[in-house]
């Protein structure tokens, strides 16, 4: 006992003198053997049992006389035995607090008497006699332990103590040293074998010791910890959170831990201990697995050596947090021992019973405080990584001894609980997993709305959610266990067997999630994935009719990735067989749906041998069966490609191996099957310029057209959402036109019911619409008419483009009519109120151009539009603040009693000053444009100039953005009709840049600078700043210009400059 | 030698060109060609007497083994019962040409009639449970924990019926095996690989027709 006391009990340093039992697990077994032993100890040796110790063992209890009973004296508080040792002492006094005994029979006495309190008095007892040994046996023994320490054996032990004890000669005392020593090994080997199984940590002790800190987060004062969190939420049936290939290496889960007092702690818990690591946030980051620091035996330990707040507090925590699993932990051993009383020794079995129990109650919920258990978990050992649960049991080695009869029952017990638990775990983990499912789409299926924004397709993520597996009580299905079966003949079997296997699990309706997470589950995706890299033409072909479908579950998607199978699948395009190659490439397009999937798609060379397989000839009319597979093929990989295209790099990586031709050579195809993905991947990768230009340049436009006529909605959709994107280019609106297009768009606009079409219909119209001769083509078929129609009850998806089409058909002026007949002012400026920047941009634009004629400005006015616009000033985006400043120029310019309307919007004249602060260049030019409007209402004016809008306009003048620099001149100008406005421009330093514009090459900056000039030029010291800066020779060259206003302008500044001279050099003749 | 060898080669073109008009597949060449590794198989008859015979079991057989890669005893005897048409335990030249047509360029039809064929070991025109079985009985690794090692292997002729016994009789027809092989085409070759693969018939005519041409 004094060995294993001293040596293997983990004491706390913390505390002085006596020292305290840590409560650490193994402490908790080293006290339940000793208690064990000591309550044995009476019936077992009664004669040595009796033999009164050297010096009483003395402890403070918790024991009150009341507690004892008849075989005490009892008076008041203080109890005594009555039995007395040689000198009269009674062999158990009791002076509270403190209790003093002389014997085992006292002490097994005292400790059934503690009842539910025993193993704390156990533990007071050995806390506070640290060497027992002494006490029991006297001083003797003690030197003689000292001096052989623990490498004697028993037996030359005993000659010693006898050479020493041969004047007592007590037999019994050498008995009872034998007994204690006996113990004492007992006790040290268990803490070997504990020690040993420490350095194992397992997902369960992981699991514990997390949910143990995790109480050490709260709030208040015993908070110790910040934040303990998993990188992932996603745990395997295993218990493990690390993925898969991490778990190969041992690794159970990445934990992030902010300390109070350090800096947050990236922390990596493996079988083999737990270690810092180089910041893994969050699951899937390559690079962070890497060990930073030594290796720590549990997260305790880890803490402590890393945040000392941690370390000084968590001795406390412990205390309060282990208080009700301790006293549980012993009435449980209670019961156990109930029924093994008399047995002589603790057998390993009943130990490895003892932990079943635990490991069982382990599973109870309010078990799940801070005690550790380092038995490998029964359900870690029967499920394993990826094995099927069934067999475990089968597995387990027997026990060969007399009580084997009861460890098999506990094993019997336990396995069904473990089985029903993954069962559950499974069953439910399906749950999530069928929601998201319903978003995948099949390789024909709709394209994402949102899949006709320029970029598309990089927003168009699979996001790779962790898999949440919930613990409930649904059973498994059957085809779980038929599908187990067939996965077992899968790897057990010959390529006969196998090729029938797989036939017979292409039965199994594989779209259905169950079976697909039950292959997974049962290992299955893992064999069939090697079988990928046999030389087996029947079992590749055969695996990859089963990926293909299971391939549709996101899930199986990602396990399929983590396993590198994606890899395997890409070896097979290189396949001379066909049948392999193009049901390699479908599957391919199923899992290549996640960005992480598609970049090893592309890192691997997949996209080259991907392209590789478009190379057939698609067009001719008969095929031979051997063509028809080659055409069967390129489908196959042009589907593949479509999922690839999704990724900009794998955009770049098609055309960079040849695929633009080869696309557009199948866009010839007859076939809706194969168009389909064909123009799917052109409509996708048509977001980038290189392929835009490619499109147009390789001819493609006119099938895009043609194909316009198909009846597949779908092809339609992807052939117009196509030449929405390209149609950004002149020659390809053109185009367009050329091959009578634009009829077959607008007749799209008839299937308003399929919106992702009339979506794309929409957004090619309005591309197109960008060329006025399209617009009057587009009249001709009475498309306007269609698409103010579209203005209301239609998503946003389509708003956007219908009111971008308006907006570019407005710059007709008869089409203002047309849009104001057809009820569409009212619908659009209902639209001001939406929150959809790019349809507020468009429906600003849209506002904005119907607003230049006076019959709709009447009607907006009226609907308050223009306030609604106004408001939109105050938009976050950049484009929205300026599309609305644009519109808001021919609203003023319109409007009735404009000056009046805008002093009634409150603070808007504020708000548009402030807006000389933005940092966008187009912003800027929209809002002095703006300001130039107001600026024609003195009032107005007078306002604005209250508001500081001078020095701000002349801050903006050192610009070089000839657009700004046009719209800020006129600004300018317009400001200078108030007061000293000339005067403070030309202190705030206005002019000297606004003489630099007239250099600019932009005629239009010339005029409204001119203009700018000529107003500026009424202030004399204006005057004088001009000419310093030779302003008058680019005005003499201005006043040769056509336009009488810009002519009047140079020449009215030239005049004023020239009447300043005269009155200089008239008042210096005066002088 | 040549004599004899001018001779034969007259006598052989005018059986080729007679064969040819019989057997699909060939032309007049190729089965020239296959009539000379047939001669060349059988070896240079050392009793005139039976020079008319034909391929026997283990020549064949080895045939199928060195050429082909197959190794089940089972199916290489179906093999030769199915190129044997007449029953006699030796494959003649005409049973060969015939024979390898289906083997090397069977249609769809023929081989399923051929598979077919060299599945019905008792030639009874059904595959049975027992003939399954023992055709499968040696598919699986045999696990020693189960207490019936054959166990997997009768799961499998059930599940495979399950497939493939569309009429429910337990047992399968030709007509049977034929559904079941268009609906799934790696059905053809159920029980045991017994078609050559694509490299092996390569490799094989590459050896047959062109070689030999070069002689």
């Given at each position: 006992?004094?060995?294993?006391?001293t040596?293997?009990?983990?004491?706390?340093?913390?505390?002085?003198?006596?020292?305290?039992?840590?409560?650490?697990?193994?402490?908790?077994?080293?006290?339940?053997?000793?208690?064990?032993?000591v309550?044995?100890?009476?019936s077992?040796?009664?004669?040595?049992?009796?033999?009164?110790?050297?010096?009483?063992?003395?402890?403070?209890?918790?024991?009150?006389?009341?507690?004892?009973?008849?075989?005490?004296?009892?008076?008041?508080?203080?109890?005594?035995?009555?039995?007395?040792?040689?000198?009269?002492?009674?062999?158990?006094?009791?002076?509270?607090?403190?209790?003093?005994?002389?014997?085992?029979?006292?002490?097994?006495?005292?400790?059934?008497?503690?009842?539910?309190?025993?193993?704390?008095?156990?533990?007071?007892?050995?806390?506070?006699?640290?060497?027992?040994?002494?006490?029991?046996?006297?001083?003797?023994?003690?030197?003689i332990?000292?001096?052989?320490?623990?490498?004697?054996?028993?037996?030359?032990?005993?000659?010693?103590?006898?050479?020493?004890?041969?004047?007592?000669?007590?037999?019994?005392?050498?008995?009872?040293?034998?007994?204690?020593q006996?113990?004492?090994?007992?006790?040290?080997?268990?803490?070997?074998?504990?020690?040993?199984?420490?350095?194992?940590?397992?997902?369960?002790?992981?699991?514990?010791?997390?949910?143990?800190?995790?109480?050490?987060?709260?709030?208040?004062?015993?908070?110790?910890?910040?934040s303990?969190?998993?990188?992932?939420?996603?745990?395997?049936?295993?218990?493990?959170?690390?993925?898969?290939?991490?778990?190969?290496?041992?690794?159970?889960?990445?934990?992030?831990?902010?300390?109070?007092?350090?800096?947050?702690?990236?922390?990596?818990c493996?079988?083999?201990?737990?270690?810092l690591?180089?910041?893994?946030?969050?699951?899937?980051?390559?690079?962070?697995?890497?060990?930073?620091?030594?290796i720590?035996?549990?997260?305790?330990?880890?803490?402590?050596?890393?945040?000392?707040?941690?370390?000084?507090?968590?001795?406390?925590?412990?205390?309060?947090?282990?208080?009700?699993?301790?006293?549980?932990?012993?009435?449980?051993v209670?019961?156990?021992?109930?029924?093994?009383?008399?047995?002589?020794?603790?057998?390993?079995?009943?130990?490895?019973?003892?932990?079943h129990?635990?490991?069982?109650?382990?599973?109870?919920?309010?078990?799940?405080?801070?005690?550790?258990?380092?038995?490998?978990?029964?359900?870690?050992?029967?499920?394993?990584?990826?094995?099927?649960?069934?067999?475990?049991?089968?597995?387990?080695?027997?026990?060969?001894?007399?009580?084997?009869k009861?460890?098999?029952?506990?094993?019997?017990?336990?396995?069904?609980?473990?089985?029903?638990?993954?069962?559950?775990?499974?069953?439910?983990?399906?749950?999530?997993?069928r929601l998201?499912?319903?978003?995948?789409?099949?390789?024909?299926?709709?394209?994402?709305?949102?899949?006709?924004?320029?970029?598309?397709?990089?927003?168009?993520?699979?996001?790779?959610?962790?898999?949440?597996?919930?613990?409930?009580?649904?059973?498994?299905?059957?085809?779980?266990?038929?599908?187990?079966?067939?996965?077992?003949?899968?790897?057990?079997?010959?390529?006969?067997?196998?090729?029938?296997?797989l036939?017979a699990?292409?039965?199994?309706?594989?779209?259905?999630?169950?079976?697909?997470?039950?292959?997974?589950?049962?290992?299955?995706?893992?064999?069939l994935?090697?079988?990928?890299?046999?030389?087996?033409?029947?079992?590749?072909?055969?695996?990859?009719?089963?990926?293909?479908?299971?391939?549709?579950n996101?899930?199986?998607?990602?396990?399929?990735?983590?396993?590198?199978?994606?890899?395997?699948?890409?070896?097979?395009?290189?396949?001379?067989?066909?049948?392999?190659?193009?049901?390699?490439?479908?599957?391919?397009?199923?899992?290549?749906?996640?960005?992480?999937?598609?970049?090893?798609?592309?890192?691997?060379?997949?996209?080259?041998?991907?392209v590789?397989?478009?190379?057939?000839?698609?067009?001719?009319?008969?095929?031979?069966?051997?063509?028809?597979?080659?055409?069967?093929?390129?489908?196959?990989?042009?589907?593949?490609?479509?999922?690839?295209?999704?990724?900009?790099?794998?955009?770049?990586?098609?055309?960079?191996?040849?695929?633009?031709?080869?696309?557009?050579?199948?866009?010839?195809?007859?076939?809706?099957?194969?168009?389909?993905?064909?123009?799917?991947?052109?409509?996708?990768?048509?977001?980038?310029?290189?392929?835009?230009?490619?499109?147009?340049?390789?001819?493609?436009?006119?099938?895009?057209?043609?194909?316009?006529?198909?009846d597949?909605?779908?092809?339609?959709?992807?052939?117009?959402?196509?030449?929405?994107?390209?149609?950004?280019?002149?020659?390809?609106?053109?185009?367009?036109?050329?091959?009578?297009g634009?009829?077959?768009?607008?007749?799209?606009?008839?299937?308003?019911?399929?919106?992702?079409?009339?979506?794309?219909?929409?957004?090619?119209i309005?591309?197109?619409?960008?060329?006025?001769e399209?617009?009057?083509?587009?009249?001709?078929?009475?498309?306007?008419e269609?698409?103010?129609?579209?203005?209301?009850?239609?998503?946003?998806?389509?708003?956007?483009?219908?009111?971008?089409?308006?907006?570019?058909?407005?710059?007709?002026?008869?089409?203002?009519?047309?849009?104001?007949?057809?009820?569409?002012?009212?619908?659009?400026?209902?639209?001001?109120?939406?929150?959809?920047?790019?349809?507020?941009?468009?429906?600003?634009?849209?506002?904005?151009?119907?607003?230049?004629?006076?019959?709709?400005?009447?009607?907006?006015?009226?609907?308050?539009?223009?306030?609604?616009?106004?408001?939109l000033?105050?938009?976050?985006?950049a484009?929205?603040?300026?599309?609305?400043?644009?519109?808001?120029?021919?609203?003023?310019?319109?409007?009735?009693?404009?000056g009046?309307?805008v002093?009634?919007?409150?603070?808007?004249?504020?708000l548009?000053?402030?807006?000389?602060?933005s940092?966008?260049?187009?912003?800027?030019?929209?809002?002095?444009?703006?300001?130039?409007?107001?600026?024609?209402?003195?009032?107005?004016?007078?306002?604005?100039?209250?508001?500081?809008?001078?020095?701000?306009?002349?801050?903006?003048?050192?610009?070089?953005?000839?657009?700004?620099?046009?719209?800020?001149?006129?600004?300018?100008?317009?400001?200078?009709?108030?007061?000293?406005?000339?005067?403070?421009?030309g202190?705030?330093?206005?002019?000297?840049?606004?003489?630099?514009y007239?250099?600019?090459?932009?005629?239009?900056?010339?005029?409204?600078?001119?203009?700018?000039?000529?107003?500026?030029?009424?202030?004399p010291?204006?005057?004088?700043?001009?000419?310093g800066?030779?302003?008058?020779?680019?005005?003499?060259?201005?006043?040769?210009?056509?336009?009488?206003?810009?002519?009047?302008?140079?020449?009215g500044?030239v005049?004023?400059?020239?009447?300043?001279?005269?009155?200089?050099s008239?008042?210096?003749?005066?002088? | 030698?040549?004599?004899?060898?001018?001779?034969?080669?007259?006598?052989i073109?005018a059986?080729?060109?007679?064969?040819?008009?019989?057997?699909?597949h060939?032309?007049?060449?190729?089965?020239?060609?296959?009539?000379?590794?047939?001669?060349?198989?059988?070896?240079?008859?050392?009793?005139?007497?039976?020079?008319?015979?034909?391929?026997?079991?283990?020549?064949?057989?080895?045939?199928?083994?060195?050429?082909?890669?197959?190794?089940?005893?089972?199916?290489?005897?179906?093999?030769f019962?199915t190129?044997?048409?007449?029953?006699?335990?030796?494959?003649?030249m005409?049973?060969w040409?015939?024979?390898?047509?289906?083997?090397?360029?069977?249609?769809?039809?023929?081989?399923?009639?051929?598979?077919?064929?060299?599945?019905?070991?008792?030639?009874?025109?059904?595959?049975?449970?027992?003939?399954m079985?023992?055709?499968?009985?040696?598919?699986?690794i045999?696990?020693?924990?189960e207490?019936?090692?054959?166990e997997?292997?009768?799961?499998l002729?059930?599940?495979?019926?399950?497939?493939?016994?569309?009429?429910?009789?337990?047992?399968?027809?030709f007509?049977?095996?034929?559904?079941?092989?268009?609906?799934?085409?790696?059905?053809?070759?159920?029980?045991?690989?017994?078609?050559?693969?694509?490299?092996?018939i390569?490799?094989?005519?590459?050896?047959?027709?062109?070689?030999?041409?070069?002689?």
């Amino acid at each position: 006992m004094g060995v294993s006391l001293t040596r293997a009990a983990q004491w706390t340093t913390a505390s002085s003198g006596t020292g305290k039992l840590e409560f650490t697990p193994m402490n908790e077994s080293l006290l339940k053997e000793i208690l064990h032993f000591v309550e044995q100890f009476s019936s077992q040796h009664p004669q040595e049992a009796e033999h009164v110790f050297v010096e009483p063992l003395q402890w403070s209890t918790t024991l009150v006389a009341s507690d004892f009973k008849t075989d005490y004296d009892i008076s008041e508080s203080v109890v005594q035995s009555h039995e007395k040792d040689s000198e009269g002492h009674p062999l158990l006094q009791l002076s509270p607090p403190n209790v003093y005994v002389r014997s085992f029979s006292q002490l097994s006495k005292l400790v059934h008497l503690a009842d539910d309190k025993k193993l704390e008095e156990v533990r007071a007892c050995l806390e506070e006699n640290t060497d027992p040994m002494v006490k029991i046996l006297g001083p003797s023994f003690a030197s003689i332990l000292e001096e052989e320490g623990t490498h004697t054996d028993g037996l030359s032990l005993v000659r010693k103590v006898q050479e020493e004890d041969q004047g007592k000669g007590s037999e019994v005392n050498v008995k009872l040293f034998l007994l204690l020593q006996n113990m004492d090994n007992q006790l040290l080997s268990q803490c070997l074998k504990e020690t040993s199984e420490q350095v194992k940590l397992n997902p369960v002790t992981v699991k514990n010791e997390v949910e143990l800190l995790k109480q050490f987060c709260s709030e208040g004062e015993n908070r110790v910890l910040k934040s303990v969190r998993y990188t992932s939420d996603d745990e395997f049936s295993n218990g493990c959170r690390a993925p898969p290939w991490r778990q190969v290496l041992g690794e159970i889960c990445y934990l992030v831990i902010e300390p109070l007092d350090t800096e947050t702690l990236y922390i990596t818990c493996s079988t083999a201990g737990v270690f810092l690591n180089g910041c893994i946030k969050q699951e899937g980051e390559e690079s962070g697995y890497g060990r930073t620091s030594d290796i720590y035996k549990d997260l305790v330990t880890l803490l402590k050596s890393r945040s000392p707040h941690f370390s000084e507090n968590i001795n406390n925590q412990h205390f309060a947090v282990q208080e009700l699993p301790s006293t549980q932990e012993i009435q449980h051993v209670e019961s156990v021992d109930a029924e093994e009383q008399g047995q002589p020794q603790r057998s390993y079995e009943q130990q490895e019973k003892n932990v079943h129990e635990k490991a069982r109650q382990q599973h109870s919920p309010n078990k799940a405080g801070g005690e550790k258990k380092y038995e490998p978990c029964p359900r870690w050992k029967n499920l394993g990584l990826m094995s099927p649960c069934g067999k475990a049991e089968g597995k387990k080695p027997s026990k060969s001894s007399g009580k084997e009869k009861s460890g098999e029952v506990q094993k019997k017990k336990l396995g069904p609980g473990a089985k029903t638990k993954m069962k559950a775990e499974f069953s439910v983990s399906s749950l999530p997993g069928r929601l998201s499912s319903q978003k995948i789409k099949t390789p024909a299926g709709a394209v994402p709305v949102d899949g006709f924004s320029e970029s598309s397709s990089e927003s168009e993520e699979e996001e790779e959610q962790p898999e949440r597996r919930p613990e409930s009580n649904t059973d498994l299905p059957p085809e779980y266990w038929q599908i187990q079966k067939l996965v077992k003949y899968l790897k057990g079997g010959n390529q006969t067997a196998t090729v029938l296997t797989l036939c017979a699990m292409t039965d199994f309706n594989l779209m259905q999630e169950t079976c697909q997470l039950a292959i997974r589950d049962v290992g299955g995706l893992e064999v069939l994935i090697n079988l990928l890299d046999t030389d087996e033409v029947k079992c590749k072909i055969g695996s990859l009719k089963i990926l293909r479908k299971i391939s549709h579950n996101v899930q199986i998607r990602r396990t399929i990735i983590d396993m590198g199978g994606l890899q395997s699948i890409m070896k097979i395009l290189d396949s001379p067989v066909k049948d392999l190659k193009a049901l390699a490439a479908e599957t391919i397009a199923n899992v290549a749906r996640f960005r992480r999937a598609r970049r090893t798609v592309r890192q691997y060379g997949g996209i080259k041998k991907l392209v590789k397989l478009l190379d057939c000839v698609p067009n001719l009319v008969n095929l031979t069966a051997n063509q028809e597979k080659d055409v069967e093929v390129a489908r196959c990989g042009a589907l593949a490609l479509w999922s690839c295209s999704k990724s900009t790099k794998n955009k770049e990586a098609i055309r960079k191996a040849g695929g633009i031709p080869l696309l557009g050579r199948l866009l010839k195809s007859p076939r809706e099957s194969m168009l389909i993905p064909v123009v799917g991947t052109l409509q996708e990768c048509a977001s980038e310029e290189s392929y835009r230009i490619a499109i147009q340049s390789e001819g493609m436009i006119k099938d895009l057209v043609k194909n316009l006529s198909s009846d597949n909605d779908e092809l339609q959709m992807h052939c117009a959402s196509a030449i929405f994107k390209c149609a950004e280019d002149k020659q390809t609106r053109d185009l367009v036109r050329k091959y009578k297009g634009l009829q077959l768009l607008v007749s799209l606009l008839s299937k308003a019911d399929n919106k992702q079409l009339l979506a794309a219909a929409t957004g090619a119209i309005w591309k197109c619409s960008i060329s006025m001769e399209n617009v009057a083509k587009f009249q001709e078929y009475k498309a306007l008419e269609t698409l103010a129609g579209l203005l209301m009850d239609q998503p946003e998806e389509v708003l956007v483009n219908v009111v971008g089409a308006l907006g570019e058909f407005a710059q007709i002026p008869a089409n203002k009519a047309t849009i104001r007949k057809c009820g569409g002012i009212k619908s659009l400026v209902n639209l001001l109120t939406g929150t959809n920047q790019a349809l507020l941009v468009n429906v600003t634009k849209a506002v904005g151009a119907c607003a230049t004629d006076m019959d709709n400005m009447v009607i907006i006015d009226q609907l308050d539009g223009v306030r609604l616009v106004w408001s939109l000033l105050k938009n976050s985006s950049a484009d929205v603040q300026s599309s609305a400043a644009w519109a808001l120029c021919p609203c003023i310019k319109n409007a009735k009693d404009a000056g009046e309307m805008v002093r009634s919007l409150v603070g808007g004249l504020e708000l548009i000053v402030n807006l000389l602060k933005s940092t966008n260049n187009e912003v800027l030019a929209s809002i002095c444009a703006t300001i130039a409007q107001i600026a024609k209402d003195k009032e107005n004016l007078a306002v604005l100039t209250d508001h500081g809008v001078v020095p701000l306009l002349a801050k903006l003048t050192n610009t070089t953005d000839d657009r700004l620099r046009r719209h800020l001149a006129d600004a300018i100008g317009h400001c200078c009709m108030w007061g000293s406005n000339r005067a403070s421009f030309g202190d705030a330093g206005a002019v000297a840049p606004l003489v630099r514009y007239l250099k600019s090459k932009d005629k239009a900056v010339h005029q409204s600078t001119a203009m700018a000039l000529y107003q500026l030029s009424k202030d004399p010291n204006n005057c004088i700043t001009m000419h310093g800066k030779g302003v008058v020779k680019p005005l003499i060259h201005i006043m040769g210009s056509d336009d009488e206003m810009l002519q009047e302008a140079a020449a009215g500044c030239v005049r004023n400059i020239r009447l300043l001279a005269l009155a200089n050099s008239k008042a210096q003749l005066f002088i | 030698m040549s004599e004899m060898s001018a001779m034969n080669r007259k006598l052989i073109q005018a059986l080729a060109e007679t064969i040819s008009k019989q057997v699909e597949h060939f032309n007049k060449t190729e089965v020239e060609f296959l009539i000379r590794e047939f001669n060349v198989l059988l070896g240079e008859p050392t009793v005139p007497s039976r020079a008319a015979s034909g391929l026997d079991r283990g020549r064949f057989r080895s045939i199928l083994h060195n050429s082909f890669g197959m190794t089940d005893d089972m199916i290489m005897d179906g093999v030769f019962r199915t190129f044997d048409k007449d029953n006699d335990s030796l494959i003649s030249m005409k049973e060969w040409i015939e024979g390898m047509s289906v083997f090397l360029r069977g249609t769809m039809d023929e081989k399923i009639k051929y598979c077919f064929h060299v599945y019905d070991l008792n030639a009874d025109n059904y595959i049975s449970r027992e003939e399954m079985f023992h055709m499968l009985k040696n598919s699986l690794i045999r696990q020693p924990t189960e207490e019936d090692p054959d166990e997997g292997v009768k799961d499998l002729v059930e599940i495979t019926l399950k497939k493939m016994d569309h009429d429910h009789d337990g047992r399968l027809s030709f007509a049977d095996f034929e559904k079941a092989v268009r609906e799934e085409n790696l059905l053809l070759e159920a029980f045991g690989t017994c078609l050559p693969d694509t490299t092996s018939i390569e490799a094989f005519e590459q050896h047959v027709f062109q070689e030999q041409l070069e002689q």
